[in-house]
């Protein structure tokens, strides 16, 4: 900028717009007016207003008016790196903001923060921002590795966006030494030239310790291990069988035959089928444990269930919800024993229609418990011994998979997407050491269930919609048109399209899938197109469930493992009995938007949990092959390298550091291309690859390509 007046005034403009309430806020034009600027000198004075909103000195509304930082900033959380710049994400908005590392006023990883916008959103490159104000340090203790030196030491964060170390004073270590596992407590937050500071407050093994490994993650996460004394004391009062006095007034469907169909090691049998045709008509029952009866609203056992949200399903351990003698006790659907339940009964016509239902408590007795590896021989092998075994069950079975097809095609009529990436079936030995890792097998048994369960699911969601009483929902947004639109462009290059109109339609993404299945692409924007979708997530408001196409959808089958399920029998069972009245309806007005909200926290939580769990056993697995060769499909490129991933769903990266040439990152294209050679390297292409090196603080496994290996 030309040297002028505004630049000499440059500090009193940043003055007038933060001092004078009087006249703030303003637009250009009306600051230009109050100091007497000609219009010749406007488009300089524009200049130092933009120079201004850079810096964070002052800001500007999307109205285009100046005014204090303070009344435009935006509250959110900050993700840091370990390269010192981060992003800030606000709740409600999809796209993060970048900061710079010069501009996070030293915040600290998952503070809540102001942000005020810096630069707005310009074709691919994000908002930018910079933090004015430290609203709350939301991570108080944090777990990472000690080294210790002669009169201090430093606790190194498994938390690889933590990109500084902690420093720990000798009288504060309490026995730590070089390599032990610990949880420090911080005491300062440091800055820029100062480590932050803390205290060590437990010591939870040597990094070298059987298990110390997953009970770190444990700790990193708060994960709740114990249960509190209060809970211990309340089960004391809850019997180990149904009580007789308990069954008056319940529907008796204990001369129903049904089954528990679950995998070999689960213990927790909360949901139960059951399955009769008469002209032409299905009679399909979805029984689950009526937990709520057990765990009664406000008591020590709910006020725990509502703070771990969600039972976590870690490779080696379960964390459960609600403890174990109720979920592997009273509360699971045992063979043989009479249970109390809530039940679904529908009746489904030969098109898939639910044409009928009724939602009531029930007494059962579950006939047999079964697994999926047993239903499947049953349907999918044809295996003589198992149906021999299960004989007076089979025309069940085989009625079950009528059934479930004609479930299955109607949901997938309507719209409803299915990705089926595989999940990962992990193996450990005594020790806690990966023996072997698979995808987990998903069969015809795993989705009869699946379609079973979403049928009673949508069932009791639509009921107690048009009830109108409150209710929680499991909710899944319309994915972001500008996303969608990038995909629509990026598959025109492989000759697909889509019908795009204001709203896309789950039944134009569920086409997409369909057409490119068994191509060569398929892994690819299949991946895509489930980047493009937002999270599903619980809502007080029934807004509908765009992946599944459906207007009504809830969590009804697992109360004993994750909360909304358990929160919504208890309104089902209110309005069993009579009704809700008003004062209860206020009641859960005010209560389940946060109940929604805290559940969806913990899902959140369990989820990145699992998948570190089982990231850090797919590092320790692939640490005993290093050198050897794997066959596997580009599942992301980026600027910085290629990842790949294997038939046994481990995932590693090609570093462009070990890639032979120099590789140009086409972001529009998803591929890296080498201008001399002209290989290109994109999303979904087969590639051989060898383990070069792993590493289980990061929890990354290196590889590089075949070819580049050998040169």
Not at 608 to 619: F, G, Q
Request: with cysteine.
């Amino acid at each position: 900028m030309k040297s002028s007046v505004f630049k000499e005034r440059r500090k009193n403009l940043a003055d007038l717009i933060l001092n004078n309430e009087l006249y703030v806020p303003m637009k250009t034009k009306e600051i230009a007016i109050l100091l007497g600027i000609p219009k010749e000198l406007r488009h300089e004075l524009q200049e130092v207003l933009d120079s201004l909103v850079a810096d964070g000195t002052i800001g500007v509304s999307k109205k285009g008016k100046y005014m204090k930082p303070d009344n435009v900033a935006l509250v959110g959380t900050f993700e840091s790196t370990s390269r010192g710049f981060g992003f800030v994400v606000v709740d409600g908005q999809d796209d993060d903001i970048f900061v710079k590392a010069s501009d996070t006023k030293d915040a600290f990883y998952h503070d809540k923060v102001k942000v005020v916008i810096t630069a707005q959103k310009n074709g691919d490159r994000r908002r930018e921002g910079k933090i004015i104000e430290i609203l709350d340090h939301e991570v108080k203790t944090l777990v990472g590795t000690y080294q210790k030196n002669k009169n201090f030491g430093f606790v190194v964060p498994d938390n690889q966006k933590i990109g500084c170390d902690i420093f720990v004073s000798k009288e504060h270590e309490i026995g730590a030494v070089t390599g032990s596992k610990v949880v420090v407590k911080i005491s300062s937050y440091g800055s820029a030239r100062k480590n932050p500071e803390g205290k060590i407050i437990e010591v939870i093994g040597h990094m070298d310790d059987p298990g110390t490994d997953i009970l770190s993650i444990v700790k990193a996460y708060d994960l709740p291990e114990e249960f509190p004394d209060s809970v211990k004391k309340e089960l004391k009062g809850i019997p180990d069988e149904v009580d007789g006095n308990d069954i008056a007034g319940r529907t008796d469907l204990r001369d129903v035959v049904m089954v528990t169909i679950d995998g070999e090691d689960s213990k927790d049998l909360d949901d139960a089928v059951s399955l009769t045709k008469e002209n032409d008509i299905y009679h399909l029952g979805v029984h689950i444990a009526d937990v709520s009866h057990y765990v009664k609203e406000g008591s020590p056992l709910d006020k725990e269930a509502l703070k771990r949200g969600t039972s976590v399903y870690l490779v080696d351990r379960v964390i459960p919800m609600i403890p174990h003698q109720l979920s592997n006790g009273i509360c699971s659907l045992n063979e043989g024993c009479d249970r109390l339940a809530l039940s679904c009964l529908m009746d489904i016509d030969m098109k898939g229609n639910i044409i009928g239902h009724k939602i009531c408590e029930s007494v059962i007795n579950v006939n047999r418990r079964m697994t999926y590896t047993s239903v499947k021989k049953i349907l999918e092998d044809n295996d003589k011994e198992e149906c021999a075994k299960y004989r007076e069950l089979v025309d069940m079975f085989k009625l079950m998979q009528e059934c479930a097809d004609i479930l299955r095609k109607k949901r997938f009529k309507r719209g409803s997407i299915d990705f089926d990436f595989p999940e990962s079936k992990i193996i450990l030995d005594k020790d806690g050491r990966p023996v072997d890792i698979k995808p987990y097998d998903r069969n015809v048994a795993t989705k009869l269930i699946e379609d079973f369960m979403l049928a009673a699911n949508e069932t009791v969601a639509e009921d107690y919609f048009w009830q109108e009483v409150p209710f929680i929902y499991r909710t899944h947004e319309n994915p972001d048109p500008e996303k969608i639109l990038k995909l629509s462009t990026f598959i025109n290059n492989f000759g697909y399209s889509m019908h795009i109109t204001d709203e896309i339609h789950p039944k134009e993404l569920q086409k997409l899938l369909e057409k490119i299945a068994g191509s060569d692409e398929e892994n690819l924007i299949s991946r895509l197109t489930l980047r493009s979708m937002k999270k599903a997530k619980y809502t007080a408001e029934c807004i509908g469930h765009f992946g599944l196409a459906a207007k009504y959808y809830c969590h009804f089958t697992s109360p004993i493992r994750r909360y909304p399920d358990l929160q919504i029998h208890r309104i089902i069972k209110e309005c069993l009995h009579g009704g809700m009245s008003e004062k209860r309806k206020l009641h859960y007005d005010k209560i389940l938007p946060d109940v929604a909200e805290q559940a969806s926290a913990t899902e959140r939580r369990a989820d990145e949990a699992e998948r570190d769990t089982d990231k850090l056993k797919m590092v320790q697995y692939m640490s005993a092959h290093i050198g050897e060769y794997f066959d596997g499909v580009i599942s992301g490129v980026t600027n910085w390298g290629i990842y790949v991933e294997l038939p046994n769903t481990i995932e590693g990266m090609v570093s462009v550091n070990n890639m032979r040439g120099y590789y140009v990152f086409d972001e529009n294209h998803y591929e890296m291309f080498n201008e001399t050679t002209h290989q290109t390297y994109k999303l979904g292409q087969k590639v051989r690859v060898v383990v070069v090196d792993t590493n289980e603080i990061s929890r990354t496994i290196d590889f590089m390509f075949a070819q580049d290996y050998e040169e």
